[in-house]
């Protein structure tokens, strides 16, 4: 069984600060992909990135940065000086090999950033 | 590529009436999974499909939902009869191999 956890159901800033979306995963396989989607309030589900279990290397894009700590099995997302149009519901996903890349989701964190 | 492709947008129906929702997946992708959210069970799984096999269907709620997959590139989720409960978004989304799921703008299904 595979199972996703954000615990962080809302969370509001103001505009410029920084935030940080905590995600927690728990697998028995040891080939694994992690994702995280965003669903802006126009509501499609965009994907923003994709990561393997074997490669723990952090990821910077701009604004945003991830990092996958698999000794926590964490696998967290930072926006940057955030934005007006950072707010979204993110979600955090895992497929793993053996559970036939089925595509597991976190329950979603909402973030609004108040200008 | 138009991205993945799914319809209708809306559907308003009555309870008791079937509904078939749609997909055209993007071409050259061979995994399908349909998905329904709802603001109290958030993102949930209702059945995946690879190289137009069920692989999964344990999330498909009961027997009046169905789903088909008749070739590569288009499938179906279909309630009959539809129930008030059955109010939702529903996703689709397709993949290739073990790559990230593209999902539509998903079907806003309203059963009154």
């Known amino acids: 069984a595979q199972k996703v956890t954000q615990a962080q159901t809302e969370i509001s800033v103001v505009e410029k600060e920084d935030v940080t979306l905590d995600c927690v995963y728990e697998t028995r396989d040891t080939t694994y992909y992690l994702f995280w989607y965003k669903q802006p309030p126009s509501g499609e589900l965009v994907f923003l990135i994709r990561?393997?279990?074997?490669?723990?290397q952090n990821e910077i894009s701009g604004r945003y940065s991830w990092n996958f700590q698999k000794s926590t099995s964490s696998f967290n997302f930072t926006i940057t000086a955030s934005q007006v149009v950072d707010s979204a519901v993110y979600f955090c996903a895992l497929s793993g090999v053996n559970a036939g890349n089925m595509l597991t989701f976190g329950g979603g964190t909402r973030l609004m950033v108040k200008p | 590529d138009a991205g993945v492709i799914q319809s209708p947008r809306h559907e308003v129906t009555e309870m008791g009436q079937e509904v078939t929702l749609r997909c055209k997946p993007i071409s050259g992708h061979n995994s399908l999974f349909w998905y329904r959210q709802t603001m109290m069970r958030g993102l949930e799984l209702l059945i995946y499909f690879n190289n137009n096999v069920p692989i999964d269907d344990s999330g498909m709620p009961e027997d009046r939902f169905s789903a088909k997959m008749p070739n590569a590139s288009f499938s179906t989720l279909k309630i009959q009869p539809s129930e008030p409960r059955d109010s939702a978004v529903y996703f689709c989304?397709?993949?290739?191999?073990?790559?990230?799921?593209?999902f539509g703008q998903g079907t806003r299904l309203t059963v009154v």
């Open positions: 989304a397709s993949a290739q191999g073990r790559t990230e799921a593209f």
């Open positions: 990561r393997n279990s074997f490669d723990e």
